[in-house]
């Protein structure tokens, strides 16, 4: 019998660290809303995003003539057309384009992730699509959750334990972290709803104020395309 | 209607920094095995705890004369003749002794937590008892897990899930971050059988293999006792 493949659930960049060396797969997760929006951005055709982690480098691409979002705080930051809403991404005229993205979270474990063999970017968007391609890969996974501010999350650590759930009941992986154990009950629980079950949620409750309930809803309504963007010498293209 | 207070719950030590400023009373738990241990000996009669954070200063104490406990990776550290196995502090001969511990993961967290206006000390051998004197308090609170090595661990943050679901479940307390509310799901899903939910934890998988069975089962079931010891000048006392 061919040994098991490891799947783990790491919930913030910040505890990467204990992981980092153990993996040959990151998949780098940001519900709310960077990766939803790095998954609708490839589905509609866009041909790279550039991730970077400041506002500073957004500018300088953004002054070369790049297309620049720049997201803090859940808000476009002043100066930028746009932010991390996977509506914006949908604009015909991004097709084929390379994009320049800053978000609070996102970037920041794509960037924590960079030297890993393999990084990837999921969301519930992609979700099917990143599990049977990670099973046929045979292969060390480490579900990195982007958190808020190097916190815990729900709806991150929701759709790691999504990933895990449908790993593990391939037989082909196992988990041994209490974190990994978490995520999946945490997952099972929210299974039949991913809405009412984080309605509570700190985050959700900060882009309801903003008024982003449809991002929300779109964000946390999984398969809707099979994209899988992988991170190729510092920029996302599609696999 | 009298303002309702806020209950939290913080997964690791490091993560204590977020919490630091917002709240009166802080919980310490670390259930495999310090906090445990530190209440069982308090039902035994130790007169006082004093907990240091490196073996070194344990090792000053006991030149001194004093009784003095070490544990590091869950077994006892050499030159010492006791760890963090409860049983260890029912020995009759330790009533009404002060006693020195330094421990893995507890005595770090209680370190981190100690300029809080309160400080206590929480397992599930105590559960009962320290909700109910926390709701006279009127005061927000914040329960802080040890976890192990600054990860999240799944018996720390279920008994705390258990406190706030105690508190909330009373209609004077209220949570607001993702930590709280997946420990207070995560409880939820553990209540039938404490033992049963955590078999797959990590950490008591690494007791197990240290033949700890019976410290896990004694520190997984919930008011053994109704002592609440609390930090006062550096030393664990009886409330």
């Known amino acids: 019998m061919e040994k098991r493949k490891r799947v783990e659930v790491c919930f913030t960049p910040g505890g990467y660290e204990y992981f980092k ?3 040959d ?9 960077a990766t939803s929006a790095i998954c609708a951005a490839f589905e509609n055709g866009v041909n790279s995003i550039i991730p970077v982690p400041t506002i500073e480098e957004a500018k300088e691409y953004q002054k070369k003539g790049y297309l620049a979002g720049a997201e803090r705080k ?15 991404y949908m604009n015909p005229e991004f097709r084929g384009k390379d994009i320049v993205l800053t978000t609070t979270n996102g970037t920041k474990s794509l960037d924590v992730a960079k030297d890993a063999e393999t ?13 049977e391609w990670i099973i046929k890969q045979n292969k060390d996974v480490v579900c990195l959750c982007s958190g808020w501010q190097d916190n815990f999350n729900l709806e ?3 759709c790691a334990g999504a990933i895990s759930d449908y790993l593990i009941n391939t ?13 999946k009950y945490l997952f099972q629980s929210a ?4 809405l009412g079950f984080i309605k509570s949620s700190s985050h959700r409750r900060r882009l309801k104020n903003l008024n982003l309930n449809k991002d929300v809803h779109y964000c946390l ?14 920029k996302l293209v599609k696999l």
Not at 74 to 88: A, K, L, R, W, Y
């Open 191 to 194: 299974k039949k709803s991913h």
């Open 119 to 131: 990084v990837l970017v999921a969301s519930f968007l992609n979700l099917d699509a990143i599990c």
């Open 171 to 183: 037989g082909k992986f196992y988990s041994t972290e209490d974190s990994s154990i978490a995520a």
């Open 156 to 158: 991150d650590t929701i």
């Open 221 to 234: 309504t999984p398969n809707q395309t099979k994209v899988i963007p992988i991170l190729k010498n510092g």
């Open 74 to 88: 859940g808000q476009i930051v002043e100066g930028f057309d746009f932010g991390n809403s996977p509506f914006s």
């Open 21 to 23: 060396n153990d993996f």
């Open 25 to 33: 797969i990151v998949i780098v997760i940001d519900v709310l809303r």
